[in-house]
């Protein structure tokens, strides 16, 4: 993991700098690579990783709003903190998806909360699972994974790149899959809350309506209830 941070301000980055290297000792983790960065242009300039940034809004030549829309369209999974001592901002950082909004002067418990939530959506994203099928076994990043779909004695694994047809059952998915991604809707599928597009009482469309997963109605409140709390912990 590599987390970058980008300020005008050295005394920013400095106690930012701080902040996180305490967050990560205070919960006995190592402490990722962090880079720091005093304008948007050499942050731009960087061709490594980026995977958590934090981001001055106000600073000489490019803004943190370009800046910010330019890193999603490099890399739509890279989560952007916000920082700044100026709400109306706020509308506009929103707009390329930032994963949190700090406001100055930092308050470290609030920023230590974030940094757990980051790390959970960032585990996530990153995290491979074997596929094993008839012809050999394949690593994904649970991200690619769409649903998991019995057919008969089949078990379908759909994701973004192709369908696999499982040699495992089941259950041996539901004990694989991170519990706060996935969800068992019926007997029959397993989904992947970042693919879902909309839900009624019985249906469940996902990956722009390409696949569509049965809803048992006797779920329906729990997989509501269980899908809005993943979207609260992916703002």
Same mark, same amino acid.
């Given at each position: 993991?590599?987390?970058?941070? +980008?300020?005008?301000?050295?005394?920013? $980055?400095?106690?930012?700098?701080?902040?996180?290297?305490?967050?990560?000792?205070?919960?006995?983790?190592? +402490?990722?690579?962090?880079?720091?960065?005093? +304008?948007?242009?050499?942050?731009? @300039?960087?061709?490594?990783?980026?995977?958590? /940034? !934090?981001?001055?809004?106000?600073?000489? =030549?490019?803004? =943190?709003?370009?800046? =910010?829309?330019?890193?999603?369209?490099?890399?739509?999974?890279?989560?952007?903190?916000?920082?700044?001592?100026?709400?109306?901002?706020?509308?506009?950082?929103?707009? !390329?998806? /930032? !994963?949190?909004?700090?406001?100055?002067?930092?308050?470290?418990?609030?920023?230590?909360?974030?940094?757990?939530?980051?790390?959970? +959506?960032?585990?996530?994203?990153?995290?491979?699972?074997?596929?094993?099928?008839?012809? =050999?076994?394949?690593?994904?990043?649970?991200?690619?994974?769409? @649903? $998991?779909?019995?057919?008969? #004695?089949?078990?379908?694994?759909?994701?973004?790149?192709? %369908?696999?047809?499982?040699?495992?059952?089941? %259950?041996?998915?539901?004990?694989?899959?991170?519990?706060?991604?996935? !969800?068992?809707?019926?007997?029959?599928? $397993?989904?992947?809350?970042?693919? /879902? /597009?909309?839900?009624?009482?019985?249906?469940?469309?996902?990956? %722009?309506?390409?696949?569509?997963?049965?809803?048992?109605?006797?779920?329906?409140? @729990?997989?509501?209830?269980?899908?809005?709390?993943?979207?609260?912990?992916? #703002?």
């Amino acid at each position: 993991m590599r987390i970058l941070i +980008c300020d005008d301000d050295t005394l920013m $980055i400095e106690q930012l700098q701080r902040y996180i290297e305490s967050y990560f000792k205070s919960n006995h983790l190592k +402490c990722p690579q962090l880079d720091s960065f005093t +304008c948007g242009e050499s942050l731009l @300039a960087d061709q490594e990783e980026k995977d958590i /940034v !934090f981001l001055d809004i106000e600073m000489p =030549g490019m803004n =943190g709003i370009y800046v =910010g829309n330019e890193l999603k369209k490099a890399n739509k999974n890279v989560l952007i903190f916000v920082i700044t001592s100026y709400s109306e901002y706020l509308d506009d950082a929103m707009r !390329f998806d /930032v !994963f949190r909004y700090l406001s100055k002067p930092l308050d470290k418990q609030r920023l230590f909360r974030n940094m757990k939530d980051a790390l959970i +959506c960032y585990n996530s994203i990153t995290a491979k699972i074997p596929v094993e099928t008839k012809q =050999g076994v394949y690593s994904l990043l649970t991200s690619q994974i769409i @649903a $998991i779909e019995a057919q008969g #004695r089949k078990v379908i694994v759909h994701t973004t790149l192709q %369908d696999f047809n499982s040699i495992h059952t089941m %259950d041996h998915w539901l004990k694989q899959l991170p519990e706060n991604s996935f !969800f068992q809707t019926h007997r029959s599928f $397993i989904v992947n809350f970042e693919h /879902v /597009v909309d839900f009624d009482h019985s249906t469940i469309h996902l990956s %722009d309506q390409q696949i569509t997963a049965y809803l048992t109605r006797r779920k329906y409140s @729990a997989f509501k209830n269980a899908y809005l709390l993943y979207l609260e912990s992916m #703002r």
